[in-house]
């Protein structure tokens, strides 16, 4: 049982990422629930609890962010995939690290019950957000949830930086190091490569988030003055000491918090190329394109941060190179999306449910994406900073895009795991209403945005009647939102069903080409390029990776 | 073209050098065993006798990498938070920050560190040393053991010197009244990097003993050889880092 637990096996670290992921996106989903329903129902008690008071609201904010960024949109796409798949994709029998991986594994699990038990401490969880601005997040006094809860959410997450840092080491070592003789940098599936630039920026970025929550922390408990500015006055009394500069916390904090979304979004894009080649059984259209393109939207992710910052009293003239810089990282991104529209305007589609899903992936990648550039304008975002807008832009091109693209992986990989198919009618169906009430869901409060509904208020009705106009769709948004959840419930039970009594998957059942779909025990020499389908020669118009190149000829 | 003319791709790759003779050894289609083990048309990853090594220093690089953001992001931080400050109320723009003057026990610190610095290359130097190598690949003694073992040790007794002086530099400070809590940001980011930094050094002084255990303890050459070998890149780059971060504290005040 110990062995089970403390192991070094990569596939099993995978699979156990990926439980902590569902655990985590479970209470988030919940969380996210609450505040739907406390939006639209806001002095209906709640059972078990009561009335839901407004800072309450604020922690459910808080923590369900926090548990969706850093447990679910990091930990599932980039740990727990490929930590499955990726030594296989490579041709390597193990990670380079094993130790270290299982060591970063175990930390990411302490990251999450220190988070969670912010719950359970007097005054509950913060209430600042997930991105825990200062000085709001500075000071225990500032708000009930700021004392222990705060503390425990700035261990936590500084738990998890070394967790991902220590993973992310591992990655690029493994990628670097334990390729299989004949696996060029040419010969790479598309997710190895995401999953290389997503290491790096996990590695350049999680440190920096470190230093600032030792800031935040040295600031909260030794009396230094980092973030908080002079004069600052909580509950009557002045708590600013120096002159200290917010700003600097916004700096640093979305230094990593940008990259963050690349890291969440990056291996989706790996992967519904990947998809994308299997079920229309085409080549990739300009693979180097393709890869060189995940690296620059990495590197271009690295200068964006300050549009995160456009009200904040930043320096507009800095406003107007970040909003340059942001139009520039709409390019890649459209080269990419290109190019898989590229790939599904030949036609041929085979509509399976991870194909299903990674279209759904292509549809909020777009939805999400078009208002980016409208966001990346200064003027624009003046207006629209602290709407709803902004939360349908994010749901949309990270958290929905990123859960699709888990559900894809999940549905895609699910033989791996046990060696059998899961339930496809089900599966559709979940697709179906999931992609419906997503957008029901999200679609909305574009409009809701531009109406005006400010985001983190606990209510809109009360003495400001203009917001009586946006009720009903308020309404329609948690109705959908509901519905979206208990999708997920035949999800799940289609999972723990198929799991144990799906149909048997032969060895490769979606004809692929890449290496973790190689038979046992093939010694392997790379000779073919990741998406060779539709190959006119040999009878099963695809050559796997594993093949011998004599049969090419 | 007829189909006598078509050459196989064999014949292709065989074709004359020009210069006579045979064809260069990895252009032969028969030579090198015939399992494809022969060293050719291997891009990928390192393989070879030092590939353990090479993998485990490009681990310590990568992390180092990771390291330095997170002194880049302190550093970023030193300078923004001197350059901050507000108007008082004549309009002038005031800043709290106060230059501090470091004291001056950090020069023979800097000094230590990189001595020891020294003393590690040394260490490193001698599991590296092919005859001792050899005779410990064939069982002959553990020459290279018995050479490194001193200099690690000489690297651990400087380096618990070098936090014992920093150690020191901090009571004279807080005897000058610059203590952490002491309104002064310019105090504040002295204990931090200087505290941070010596966290990194603990863990080195710990990584240097574990090598030396390691040196006593494992098999096998290639182990002991990487124990050291990281280790002692790890110490150097708190030594680089070192001489980084003590420059921003003495001449950018």
Not at chain 1, 27 to 51: K, N, Q
Not at chain 1, 296 to 307: E, F, N, Q
Not at chain 2, 60 to 83: C, H, P
Request: hydrophobic share 50%.
């Amino acid at each position: 049982m110990m062995k089970r637990i403390f192991t070094t096996s990569h596939r099993v670290i995978g699979a156990h990422y990926l439980q902590l992921s569902l655990t985590a996106v479970a209470v988030g989903t919940l969380l996210s629930l609450l505040m739907r329903i406390h939006r639209v129902w806001p002095d209906t008690p709640l059972p078990f609890y009561g009335i839901l008071k407004p800072e309450d609201y604020l922690a459910l904010v808080t923590m369900h962010g926090t548990l969706m960024i850093f447990f679910v949109l990091t930990t599932a796409p980039q740990s727990g995939f490929a930590n499955l798949v990726l030594p296989a994709q490579i041709g390597a029998r193990q990670m380079a690290f094993p130790r270290l991986n299982a060591a970063a594994f175990w930390l990411a699990v302490a990251a999450f019950v220190i988070l969670i038990s912010a719950f359970f401490v007097p005054q509950g969880a913060p209430i600042s957000g997930w991105t825990s601005y200062p000085p709001f997040s500075a000071i225990a006094a500032a708000g009930p949830g700021q004392g222990a809860g705060m503390d425990l959410w700035l261990v936590s997450i500084g738990v998890f930086c070394l967790s991902s840092w220590l993973s992310s080491v591992n990655m690029l070592a493994t990628i670097l190091t334990e390729r299989c003789p004949g696996m060029t940098w040419t010969r790479l599936p598309m997710t190895v490569w995401a999953w290389l630039v997503t290491s790096i920026l996990t590695l350049l970025v999680f440190s920096v988030l470190l230093a600032a929550i030792v800031l935040l922390y040295s600031d909260r408990h030794f009396g230094s003055s980092f973030f908080v500015p002079l004069g600052d006055i909580v509950n009557g009394h002045i708590v600013g000491r120096g002159d200290g500069s917010p700003l600097l916390w916004l700096h640093l904090f979305w230094f990593f918090g940008h990259p963050e979304v690349y890291i969440a979004v990056l291996p989706g894009m790996g992967l519904a190329t990947s998809l994308f080649a299997n079920f229309t059984r085409r080549n990739v259209p300009g693979y180097r394109t393709m890869a060189a393109m995940l690296v620059l939207i990495g590197l271009l992710g690295l200068a964006v941060w300050g549009h995160h910052m456009f009200v904040s009293g930043m320096n507009p003239y800095a406003g107007t190179a970040f909003a340059l810089t942001t139009m520039a990282i709409a390019v890649p991104s459209t080269v990419e999306v290109l190019g898989w529209l590229t790939l599904l305007s030949y036609g041929g589609l085979r509509l399976k449910t991870p194909m299903l899903f990674a279209l759904g992936f292509l549809s909020f990648f777009i939805a999400g994406g078009l208002t980016g550039p409208i966001l990346a304008q200064p003027a624009l975002d003046s207006y629209l900073h602290n709407t709803f807008f902004v939360v349908a832009h994010f749901h949309l091109v990270m958290a929905m895009a990123g859960v699709f693209s888990i559900f894809a992986g999940v549905y895609y990989w699910f033989p791996l795991l046990t060696g059998r198919l899961m339930n496809e009618t089900l599966g559709k169906v979940h697709f179906w209403i999931s992609l419906i009430a997503a957008y029901g869901t999200f679609f909305p409060m574009h409009l809701t945005g531009l109406a005006g509904e400010p985001r983190h208020y606990e209510r809109l009705s009360g003495p400001i009647a203009s917001f009586s106009a946006i009720l009903p769709a308020e309404r329609g948004i948690t109705y959908s939102a509901l519905l979206l959840a208990a999708a997920q419930l035949l999800f799940l039970w289609n999972f723990i069903s198929s799991a144990r009594r799906g149909q048997r998957a032969e060895s490769n059942p979606w004809q692929a080409t890449t290496l973790e779909w190689a038979p046992e025990g093939f010694a392997v020499r790379v000779e073919h390029g990741p998406y060779d389908y539709s190959v006119p020669s040999g009878e099963a118009k695809f050559i796997p990776q594993w093949e011998a190149a004599s049969k090419q000829e | 073209m007829p189909a006598t003319f078509t050459r196989h791709p064999v014949e292709i790759e065989r074709k004359d050098t020009g210069i006579g003779g045979k064809p260069p050894l990895d252009r032969r289609p028969t030579g090198g065993g015939g399992d494809g083990d022969n060293w050719d048309n291997r891009p990928s990853g390192r393989r070879g006798p030092r590939e353990l090594l090479s993998r485990y220093r490009l681990g310590v690089i990568f992390a180092l990498a990771g390291d330095l953001m997170f002194f880049v992001a302190l550093v970023s931080a030193f300078f923004v938070r001197q350059s901050a400050g507000h108007f008082d109320a004549r309009e002038n723009y005031v800043s709290d920050w106060h230059p501090l003057a470091v004291p001056p026990i950090l020069w023979i610190n800097t000094a230590i560190l990189l001595l020891s610095s020294i003393t590690a290359e040394m260490a490193r130097r001698q599991l590296f040393r092919e005859i001792d190598v050899m005779e410990e690949w064939l069982g002959l003694g553990r020459p290279a053991v018995k050479r490194a073992a001193p200099w690690l040790i000489a690297t651990v007794v400087l380096g618990s010197l070098f936090l014992v002086g920093q150690w020191i530099a901090w009571d004279q400070l807080v005897v000058a009244g610059f203590r952490f809590d002491s309104p002064d940001p310019s105090s504040h980011f002295f204990y931090l990097i200087t505290g941070t930094h010596g966290l990194h050094l603990v863990l080195g002084i710990l990584g240097l003993v574990g090598a030396l255990i390691g040196l006593f303890t494992l098999r096998r050459i290639e182990l002991r050889q990487i124990v050291v070998d990281c280790t002692a890149w790890y110490w150097h780059t708190m030594g680089v880092f070192w001489i980084f971060l003590f420059a921003l504290l003495v001449l950018f005040q």
